[in-house]
């Protein structure tokens, strides 16, 4: 039990959102974010060939291959070298990331989230992701449709859907394709966009900036027109969550949550057809739920900061 000595701390003291003081801005504030980033993305590409040139030895493929675009395309799908390196990514860089969060967190206690959670955080985070997820359903059929009279945006579809069958499992693969999508890059995804760089963006900013440059650099991570269309709605979703829960482990849950329906791994798990729209009607049931245990929290929130 807390003495009456220790429970008397100023006001905001020990949380880090309550604690209006900010920190001076330093060279890992900026520097940290965007090196990792650009770890990230140069480790993931170098692994993912690492292993197509493998596969090709193993399988005893020639070399001659690589310089046809299409039997490329068709080389990283049979290796499934976006899977393997996304894995061999979460090997390497999740060690990393959570070295440096411990680092910073030395000096920095608040850069890394990690209150208590209650059941009403985990149901916040399901629901809100499952919402977002609706939501950018509706969104990305919009843009479907747009496409019928552009075809810069048809373009881009079509070369969304081609990652995305990239990742997916052939015959005997689909554990992997649950290990990487559905487990790994959740993890990895969210310690480097939530725990970093959100982290060291609330040190010297507002939570609300923090939150908003987390959900852009998320988006504009994935590069392709679609891909941003596609994780902008959950990534503003996960930022805001974290920084209303106040632990890593929600964005983290919702992230696996988000790829294991968003991927269709759910859909393929039971049976559900290609075409089926019960899954895209529960998604949408999700939208204003989602949004009513959000608010929620938010004033939830603002009563413990009226109260200090």
Do not use: C
């Amino acid at each position: 039990m807390l003495s009456i000595k220790q429970n008397m701390k100023p006001a905001g003291e020990g949380d880090p959102v309550l604690n209006s003081k900010k920190h001076k801005f330093d060279a890992l504030t900026f520097l940290a974010p965007l090196t990792f980033m650009l770890l990230h993305a140069i480790f993931l590409n170098l692994a993912a060939m690492g292993v197509v040139v493998i596969y090709s030895f193993v399988a005893d493929i020639s070399f001659s291959n690589f310089s046809n675009p299409e039997a490329i395309e068709r080389l990283f799908l049979d290796a499934q070298a976006q899977n393997w390196a996304s894995v061999l990514l979460g090997v390497v860089m999740i060690p990393v990331y959570l070295i440096y969060l411990r680092y910073r967190g030395r000096t920095y206690p608040d850069i890394l989230l990690k209150e208590s959670l209650t059941p009403k955080h985990w149901l916040t985070g399901f629901t809100s992701i499952m919402g977002s997820l609706g939501f950018s359903m509706l969104w990305i059929s919009f843009l479907i449709y747009l496409g019928n009279t552009s075809t810069w945006l048809k373009e881009q579809y079509q070369a969304y859907i081609n990652a995305v069958q990239s990742l997916l499992h052939v015959e005997g693969y689909f554990w992997l394709e649950i290990l990487a999508v559905v487990i790994v890059i959740p993890i990895v995804e969210e310690l480097l966009f939530r725990g970093i760089l959100q982290g060291e963006v609330r040190r010297v900013a507002p939570p609300w900036l923090a939150v908003l440059m987390s959900a852009v650099a998320f988006a504009l991570f994935h590069i392709m027109p679609f891909q941003i269309a596609f994780v902008i709605i959950p990534g503003l979703v996960l930022a805001l969550v974290y920084e209303l829960t106040r632990n890593i482990v929600i964005p983290i849950f919702m992230h696996m949550v988000y790829n294991f329906f968003g991927s269709g791994v759910f859909s393929r798990l039971v049976g559900l057809p290609e075409d089926s729209a019960f899954l895209l009607y529960a998604e949408l049931v999700f939208i204003p739920i989602g949004i009513v245990f959000v608010i929620f929290l938010i004033r939830e929130r603002g009563k413990v900061k009226a109260q200090v």
